[in-house]
């Protein structure tokens, strides 16, 4: 069975408290539930990482090379500025598909730029929680 790696980044342990008009009432732990057993219909097996801090994802997407067949990946912030991420995804030589729960490029400037994007095999944002499950499906179809 293929492994998917599921990586969150900063604050977004934080879900189902921090601003759910935006980011939904679902915790981490319920979302990531979702997507195993999702994930599990579609013949893949799962891993789950989350943390705050940057060096912390970086080695984590390393690591994924070795034993993962994709990495689905909501980078938080860091997807706007991290060009340590942009280069870790780079690396790695397996399809990475970005996520974000909110529709990205109907919020604040800042949040229209993705340094990531480029190097990820794609994109899905505003669709809350399903944004995970319809990455799913993409790399059911890439892999």
């Given at each position: 069975?293929?492994?998917?790696l599921?990586?969150?980044?900063?604050n977004?342990?934080?879900?189902?408290?921090?601003?759910?008009?935006?980011?939904?009432?679902?915790?981490?732990?319920?979302?990531?539930?979702?997507i195993?057993?999702?994930?599990?219909?579609?013949?893949?097996?799962?891993?789950?990482?989350?943390?705050?801090?940057?060096g912390?994802?970086?080695?984590?997407l390393?690591?994924?090379?070795?034993?993962?067949?994709?990495?689905?990946l909501?980078?938080?912030?860091?997807?706007?500025y991290?060009?340590?991420i942009?280069?870790?995804?780079?690396?790695?030589?397996?399809?990475?598909?970005?996520?974000?729960?909110?529709?990205?490029?109907?919020r604040?400037?800042?949040?229209?730029?993705?340094?990531?994007?480029?190097?990820?095999?794609?994109?899905?944002?505003?669709?809350?929680?399903?944004?995970?499950?319809?990455a799913?499906?993409?790399?059911?179809?890439l892999?």
């Amino acid at each position: 069975m293929k492994k998917i790696l599921v990586i969150n980044g900063p604050n977004l342990n934080l879900l189902g408290e921090r601003e759910p008009a935006v980011y939904g009432d679902n915790s981490l732990e319920k979302i990531n539930a979702k997507i195993s057993d999702s994930a599990k219909s579609l013949g893949f097996e799962t891993d789950f990482f989350q943390s705050n801090s940057e060096g912390a994802l970086i080695d984590r997407l390393h690591e994924a090379r070795l034993d993962c067949a994709g990495v689905i990946l909501n980078a938080g912030a860091y997807t706007h500025y991290s060009y340590a991420i942009r280069d870790a995804i780079s690396a790695i030589k397996i399809p990475v598909i970005e996520v974000h729960l909110s529709n990205v490029d109907s919020r604040e400037e800042f949040r229209k730029t993705s340094v990531i994007a480029p190097v990820c095999k794609g994109s899905i944002s505003g669709f809350g929680e399903y944004s995970y499950l319809l990455a799913l499906d993409a790399l059911k179809f890439l892999l």
